[in-house]
């Protein structure tokens, strides 16, 4: 490989902070006047549950590499961050508050504290705490032999001071409130205390209102809600443990009550209870967030459920069977010998892969299939379709990744009940993560076998395939399914095998194949020839890409990203990026598709286009399977470019263009939006 950087060090976005800008566009479809009102709300919740895992996750990670010496992080960069952090929670807060509740009301829809409850509520709610919340509060009052108590991850509860002594006359004065985890936060009243609209109350509303019934004979001085976020990463050796999955059920045991990170509390709370929160969870001041009303605006997801308002939400949309490609009563193994087959989640329904593997499973004819299972949920009906095929006597491999972060459990379940069924169940590989997706399916057809494969850029999760962007690739080609079934054998048995010659697959070919193409396009570029490069992916961190498109870009090639999140490649700056545009694109579904499209030079053999599971990240390259692979079919290539690529680029609706300091700037007022363009275009396919 040729050395890439011919320039000063590349002076780099921060990436904590790039992920925080993501959050701030987030957060600002809360504000658009065009976004219905409950679908505003959503987006809070979706900023708040993005920042909880921030918290968990990124940060808790920043803070131990700015303990290392050689990290590149300081202390100042750690405090930089927190006071971004800071503000934007404010802003989360101000937007909930001035715009978004008031708004609600206005429609009918109201969330009553207190002092805003009639006399009927008033008595609800009292028989509603009465009956169903205070038999499972236990107050617990702090003393030497009452400690503070274990305090699980992002859980409600409240400090309380009281006044006077307790039943043996000691004047301890501080009492903590656990608040269970069964408990609904968000409560609808009955229609007939309504007064003609939906009213709603918080759980922490009704606790709140009958604290002195807590501690009878004690006066209530000072209270707030409080909720703590801790270090979530499952910290296993796998080289150490000689069973990963029973490694990791323990320790999601201990997960809830890792390092604290983040305190939040009311912004009314006392200084001398938020100072006493601070020294019992050993926590620096910084790390200590005021906010202007609930702690927990994640659970107001439940309000959003149970609210009959059909007009303050996104019109329903349904995704579209591909009737033209996967005629319903035809098989669909019959359909891929004539050729392949794009889906484009979630404008195209992801049924047809469902429908795949049920084919499979029933199909007397079918011997095997092979899936990798990274994120699939609790649920999941492709999951008991793979135990019906161990059951029915077919060989089922369940590449299953325990580590996917936060579905832990759930996978672990699973592989459990397959393992159950007879079905072989591997754990990736000791060091990497398996986020691969992949299906193959070996059908005997005659006197020979043939093999299917499913390729994606997005999880085996029906659920999340209506939310989310994704393409999935359904082919018999004898190439791709080798190349498909070559990474399944060495996953499996961890041996050496010979290198896939289409799919390209990290930690092995991906990045070098990448890296590769940019210098092509660079040296295309110097010798006047076209160079293009198109990329749309879901971060950008790491370096080496980083610099190779910087040079590529130098070189006079025209570059365009479209990163939904983080990006820490500062575009725009003269003779160093000007030649590269990044943009973000944040509308009604979550952009998840990664496309990479190279063009360098004249010939048809100078310009590839790849669909692929990884992000431009170092630990995607490098630190878990991945793949990509390449569409060569002309159509399906010039599909791939219209739909993923050519709308994104002209979107003047929900894009967002970043300016060499990191910040990003609302392309506004001109262009139509891709996401409805698509919604468009295959509800009149359809």
């Known amino acids: 490989m040729t050395q890439i950087r011919t320039h000063a060090p590349v002076r780099l976005l921060s990436r904590e902070q790039a992920m925080l800008e993501f959050n701030r566009r987030v957060l600002l479809q809360a504000r658009r006047a065009d976004v219905p009102l409950l679908e505003r709300l959503r987006y809070i919740c979706i900023v708040s549950s993005n920042m909880d895992e921030f918290f968990e996750v990124r940060f808790a990670d920043m803070l131990d590499a700015a303990r290392e010496s050689g990290s590149g992080i300081s202390t100042q960069d750690v405090l930089r961050v927190a006071q971004e952090a800071h503000g934007l929670i404010d802003e989360k807060y101000a937007a909930f508050n001035e715009q978004v509740m ?30 169903q919340v205070r038999p499972l509060l236990v107050p617990v009052g702090l003393d030497p032999a009452h400690p503070f108590p274990q305090v699980a991850n992002k859980s409600l509860n409240f400090i309380v001071k009281l006044g006077g002594k307790d039943a043996f006359g000691r004047d301890n004065s501080i009492a903590i409130v656990k608040v269970p985890r069964v408990l609904p936060r968000v409560i609808r009243l009955p229609a007939a205390i309504s007064e003609g609209t939906q009213a709603f109350v918080l759980l922490s509303s009704v606790i709140r209102s009958h604290l002195e019934e807590l501690f009878q004979g004690r006066e209530v001085v000072a209270f707030s809600q409080f909720r703590v976020t801790r270090d979530s990463d499952l910290d296993v050796d796998e080289e150490e443990v000689a069973n990963l999955r029973q490694a990791l059920r323990t320790g999601l045991t201990t997960r809830h009550f890792g390092r604290a990170i983040r305190i939040e509390v009311v912004n009314s709370c006392p200084p001398e209870l938020s100072d006493f929160l601070l020294e019992q969870f050993a926590v620096p001041e910084a790390a200590l967030y005021r906010v202007n009303g609930p702690v927990n605006l994640v659970r107001l997801n439940e309000l959003i459920d149970q609210s009959d308002a059909p ?13 033209d490609r996967l005629p319903r009563s035809r098989s669909i193994f019959e359909q891929l010998r004539r050729g392949d087959v794009l889906l484009h989640h979630p404008f195209e329904s992801f049924e047809p892969v469902v429908q795949f593997l049920r084919e499979a499973v029933e199909d007397p004819d079918v011997l095997a299939i092979k899936q990798t299972i990274y994120r699939t949920g609790a ?9 019906e095929a161990a059951r029915r006597g077919k060989e089922v491999l369940a590449v299953v990744e325990l580590k996917a972060r936060f579905d832990e459990e759930a996978n672990i379940n699973w592989a459990e009940r397959l393992e159950a069924v007879g079905a072989q169940v591997v754990y990736g590989i000791v060091g990497l993560k398996t986020h691969a997706k992949m299906m193959l399916i070996t059908r005997r057809e005659g006197s020979r076998l043939r093999r299917y494969v499913h390729l994606s850029t997005g999880n085996y999760n029906p659920k999340t395939a209506r939310l989310y962007t994704d393409i999935g690739y359904l082919t018999a080609s004898p190439e791709l399914t080798a190349d498909a079934d070559t990474v399944f054998r060495q996953l499996a048995s961890l041996s050496k095998v010979k290198p896939p010659r289409h799919l390209m697959m990290a930690p092995f070919s991906l990045h070098k194949r990448m890296v590769r193409h940019l210098e092509q396009v660079a040296e295309a570029a110097r010798a006047g020839l076209p160079a293009r490069v198109v990329v749309k992916i879901n971060a950008l961190t790491d ?30 700056i003269p003779g160093y990026s000007d030649n590269i545009r990044v943009r973000s694109v944040v509308g009604r579904f979550l952009e998840h598709t990664r496309v990479i499209y190279v063009r360098w030079g004249n010939a048809e053999s100078d310009e590839a286009l790849y669909l692929s599971s990884a992000d431009w990240m170092s630990r995607n390259m490098f630190r878990r399977i991945e793949i990509a692979w390449p569409v060569t079919d002309a159509r399906l290539r010039q599909r791939v470019i219209d739909e993923c690529l050519v709308p994104y680029l002209h979107d003047g609706q929900d894009a967002w263009s970043l300016k060499p300091d990191g910040h990003y700037e609302h392309v506004s007022g001109q262009g139509h939006s891709a996401q409805r363009a698509l919604m468009h275009k295959f509800s009149r396919e359809e």
Request: charged share 25%; with cysteine.
């Open 102 to 131: 008031p708004a609600l009301k206005e429609q009918g829809i109201l969330v009553l504290n207190h002092a805003d409850r009639n006399e009927a509520q008033t008595r609800w709610v009292d028989t509603f705490f009465k009956r």
């Open 311 to 323: 007009d303050l939400r996104f019109p329903p949309y349904e995704p579209a069977w591909p009737q």
């Open 379 to 387: 649920k999941s009906v492709l999951m008991d379709l793979l135990i």
């Open 543 to 572: 370096v080496l890409l980083i610099e190779a498109l910087i040079e590529a870009g130098k070189a006079g090639a025209s570059i365009d990203l479209i990163v939904r999140g983080a990006c820490m490649l500062p575009p725009g």
